[in-house]
C-alpha cells in the first residue's frame, strides 16, 4: 500500500503521460501498487471502487478498478458518449471527507489496452460509466470536485451516509 496523494497536492492536477511499454515490469508494480493501496482502502473506510496512478504520485495514464473483479486499464481514452446525462453523488480517494453531486454521461465507450499491450474497447453505462469517466478525468489532472452541479450538494462524509447511504 502506498500512501493516496489529497486534495491540494500539485500533482494531482498534472496531465499524465500515455505508457510506452505495457509489459514492463514499472506497470507490474504500479497495478501491484493500485491494486493494494484501492484495497487497504476499500477494507478500511468502504469507499474505493477505482483509482487511478496520480492519485499514488505517478503521472501515468493507468487506472485499476475493482467491482466485481480486478481490472488494469492502460491508455484508457474515452472514445463516444451519450447526450443523456445522470446527477451523481461522487467522492474521491484523495478527499473522502467530502460529497457532491456530479453530472456525467450515462453510456461512454472506453478504448483501452490491457497490461500487456492488447487493445479492447468496453462499453460502460450507469455506475461504471461515471467511474471511468471519474478516473479519466484524473489523468487529466480533472478533479471530480470542479464538476459540481449544485454547491449546495456539497456535505461531509457523515451527513452523506446519514441522508443516502444504505447499509
Known sequence: MVD???LGNPVLR???TPVEDQASEEIGKL??????TLRFWRETTSYGRGIAAPQIGVLKR???I???KPWLLVNPEIVEMSDEKMIIYDSCLSYLCIFFQVSRSRRIKVSY???GGTKKVIEAEGGLSELLQHEIDDLDGILAIDRVVDIKSICTRREYERRYRKG
Do not use: G, M, P
Request: proline share 0%.
Open 4 to 6: 493516496v496523494l489529497q
Open 14 to 16: 498534472e496531465k499524465s
Open 31 to 36: 497495478r501491484d501498487d493500485l491494486a493494494d
Open 62 to 64: 493507468v487506472v485499476f
Open 66 to 68: 475493482n467491482i466485481d
Open 113 to 115: 489496452q490491457e497490461q
